[in-house]
C-alpha cells in the first residue's frame, strides 16, 4: 500500500522524551479521509502508554487520541464529509463491525477488539497505529466525528476522551432532570462530568478531598461539594445519590462512597484501570442494592450524540494551549495535577 510521510512527535522507547520524528500514513482508500491536525488533546492515557506503564506499549509510540482538524482528501466512496469539513478522531480507528457489541454502535466493546487510535494493530500498514501528535492523520470516514461549527475548536478536542468517558455512564445509567449525579475527583475528567452531568439536569455534587477545589467546582456548575475527608459530610450524604461517577486515575477506597448511594444507586469507575488494594466491602451493596461498575470512553454514535449536545449547549472543557515542543514538560506537570484541567496542543508548532 502506498504511503506518505508526516512529521510526529513520538518516543522510541519508555525511557526517552518525546521528540520529533517521522511516521508514514496510508493513501486514502476508497472510504477513507485525510484530516490535517489543527489541534491534539493530551490525556493521561498518552503518558502511560509512552512509559509503558501499563504493559504492552510497541515502539516507536506517538500517542494522541483527541483530534480535531480539517478534512484535505477524501475516498471516492466517502460519503460522510467533504474537503474542507471539520471533523475529529477519538479513541478508535476501527472495529470489526460485526460484533454483537458493534451492532449495538458499542465499538469500544469490539467482542473482537477494537482498533486504538494509537499503540493499536495497524491492518493497511501492518505494525501498529500512530497518533494525533502528528501533520495529519488518515481515517475511515466510519471512524470520524462531526464537529459543531459554532463550538471554540481550542478546546473541542478533549470531548473526545474526557468528554466522551464521561457522557457514556451519565446516559447509560440515565442522568437528567430529577437525578442526583456526584463526581469523585476534579481533573480533566472530573471537570467534564460536573458540566455535562448538569447539562443533563442533574443535581450535581463534587466528592473532593481537597477544600480548595469547592470554588472551581461551583464554578464549573456543582450545587454542592463534599469534603471526603470530613466524617460528619460524608455521614450527611449517606443514602442520597443515584449515581456516582469516579473519575480518581490512582488505586483508592471507594467503600467510603458506596454508603452516599440511594437504593438501587451505582457508582461507575471511569478513571482507575488496575488492582485496588482495599478490599470491596458488600454489605451496603446487598443492603441497598448497590451495584460498583466500570465504563469506558463510547463508541461512535455516542460520542457524536456528545458532541451534537455540547454544540447545542456551547459545553467546552477548560483547557490550557501548549506548543507541541512542550509535551515531556507536560506530562511533567500532569503528574502533579498542574493542570486545570485539560492540556492541548496546537499542532501548528509542529508544522512551522
Known amino acids: 500500500m502506498k504511503t506518505f510521510p508526516v512529521k510526529a512527535f513520538g518516543t522510541p522507547s519508555k525511557d526517552d522524551d518525546l521528540s520529533e520524528m517521522q511516521i508514514d500514513r496510508r493513501e486514502v482508500n476508497p472510504t477513507d479521509i485525510e484530516i ?3 489541534y491534539c488533546g493530551v490525556c493521561h492515557s498518552d503518558l502511560h502508554t509512552a512509559r509503558n506503564d501499563w504493559g504492552g506499549t510497541k515502539y516507536p509510540s506517538v500517542p494522541g487520541h483527541e483530534i480535531i482538524g480539517r478534512i484535505t482528501r477524501v475516498g471516492s466512496e466517502v460519503t460522510k464529509f467533504k474537503v474542507g469539513d471539520l471533523a475529529g478522531v477519538g479513541c478508535l480507528v476501527d472495529a470489526c463491525r460485526e460484533c454483537d457489541s458493534c451492532k449495538k454502535d458499542l465499538e469500544q466493546y469490539c467482542l473482537n477488539g477494537s482498533v486504538g487510535t494509537y499503540n493499536g494493530r495497524d491492518e493497511f500498514l501492518g505494525g501498529h497505529t500512530f497518533g494525533g501528535y502528528s501533520e495529519k492523520v488518515v481515517v475511515d470516514e466510519a471512524f470520524g466525528l462531526k464537529i ?12 473526545l476522551c474526557a468528554g466522551i468517558t464521561t457522557w457514556s455512564p451519565l446516559k447509560h445509567w440515565n442522568a437528567g432532570p430529577g437525578t442526583k449525579v ?4 476534579l481533573g480533566g475528567l472530573g471537570h467534564m462530568a460536573i458540566k455535562l452531568a448538569k447539562g443533563l439536569g442533574a ?15 461551583l464554578n464549573l456548575g456543582a450545587d454542592a461539594v463534599i469534603i471526603s475527608t470530613y466524617e460528619n459530610e460524608m455521614k450527611a450524604a449517606k443514602g442520597k445519590f443515584d449515581l456516582i461517577i469516579d473519575t480518581v486515575p490512582y488505586d483508592h477506597d471507594i467503600n467510603p462512597y458506596i454508603s452516599t448511594l440511594a437504593v438501587a444507586g451505582t457508582l461507575v469507575l471511569v478513571g482507575y484501570i488496575g488492582k485496588m488494594d482495599e478490599a470491596l466491602l458488600t454489605s451496603p451493596m446487598i ?3 448497590r451495584s460498583v461498575a466500570g465504563s469506558v470512553i463510547g463508541g461512535i454514535r455516542e460520542t457524536q450524540e456528545m458532541l451534537d449536545f455540547c454544540g447545542e449547549n456551547n459545553i467546552l472543557p477548560e483547557v490550557e494551549m501548549i506548543r507541541m515542543q512542550d509535551i515531556n514538560h507536560a506530562y511533567e506537570r500532569m503528574l502533579k495535577s498542574d493542570v486545570r484541567y485539560r492540556f492541548v496542543i496546537d499542532m501548528q508548532s509542529l508544522k512551522g
Open 203 to 217: 443535581e450535581v455534587t463534587l466528592f473532593s478531598r481537597s477544600p480548595n477545589k469547592i470554588q472551581d467546582a
Open 287 to 289: 443492603g441497598g442494592r
Open 182 to 185: 456526584a463526581v469523585v475527583g
Open 36 to 38: 490535517d491536525i489543527l
Open 148 to 159: 459543531p461549527e459554532n463550538l471554540d475548536l481550542k478546546a473541542v478536542a478533549p470531548l
